[in-house]
């Protein structure tokens, strides 16, 4: 005879309280995030640990920490709550039937940019549909995905950027020095890295690959680290107005400099060209809309990767 499996009692709820108490390593702080007393938290504690035959949390002066037994439950009630999101966004999309919500996230692409005629092309077709648009940077984006707090993001991808969401190359830009049409960098017949030591720079932080790439290759000549007057995360138009305005050079991408042809250009000095890719960003194993997919459809497929 087959043994009689438990009966559970409890509820997604009592997930999702338990999972609070986990974020805030508190009953009380717990209970305050989700709106509800104390005691509503200790229940829903009480009976999970009763159906699992467990302690799942040492409760002390420090606050509520996970025992051994609560650190298994806790990634299978962790993975039960993703699932629960993504059933619950599938029947939103059933229900819709390719109305719903997109939310995605960018690097401030330009207005002429694959990504942005694709999205216009989806509001053509989707008059339905809503759009929520977030322009942050690819590691902020990257992680927006992976919490499920974005359905997608497109975003570069410098040489040895590695992602934890999914990540299917679209294609790939190129990352230039540029100045000013008229610029007095261009009076060189061969301009090199040093051609550019009496002039200043807009870059990027510290953190970003690009920047990283420009100075190692000044070390490797043996001149001093660029000098970085203005420091933007994005090539804004109001970053390239000043650019077109002034005698900074500019670390930017190649389709940030398209709108702006007769007034900032390339300047060619060899090896100050960084391949970038593109990719679409998605949580692994996550569900696809329709709308998701559609974007995908519309940006073209390319080569997928798995973090």
Known sequence: MAPRTAILHFSLVDIEYFLAVVRHNHFGRAATACNVTQPAITKALRR??????????????????????????????????????????????????????????????????????????????????????????????????????????????APGTTFSCEALTLGQDIVRVAARVGHPVFQTVQPGLAALQPYSWVMPSRESAARKAITHLHEEAGLPEPTVMVEAEYMSDAVLGIVASTDLVALAPSNSLRPWAGLIMPIPVAGLMIARRTVLLSRPGGHWSALMELLRDLLGTGRAEHP
Do not use: C, W
């Not at 051994?68 to 059933?94: I, M, P, T, W």
């Not at 109305?99 to 077709?125: F, H, K, Q, Y």
């Not at 809503?130 to 993001?153: C, F, H, Q, T, Y």
């Open 48 to 157: 999970l640990e009763d159906s699992v035959g467990a302690v799942l949390f040492e409760r002390g002066a420090h606050g509520a920490r996970l025992t051994g037994e609560g650190e298994v439950f806790h990634e299978y009630a962790r993975r039960l709550s993703l699932q629960h999101e993504e059933l619950a966004k599938v029947s939103a999309d059933l229900r819709a039937h390719h109305s719903g919500l997109l939310r995605i996230g960018l690097t401030n692409p330009a207005g002429d940019s694959d990504v942005v005629r694709a999205l216009a092309e989806m509001v053509r077709r989707r008059p339905a549909m809503r759009l929520r648009l977030v322009i942050g940077k690819s590691d902020a984006l990257n992680m927006a995905v992976e919490a499920g707090e974005l359905d997608v993001a497109v975003v570069p991808a």
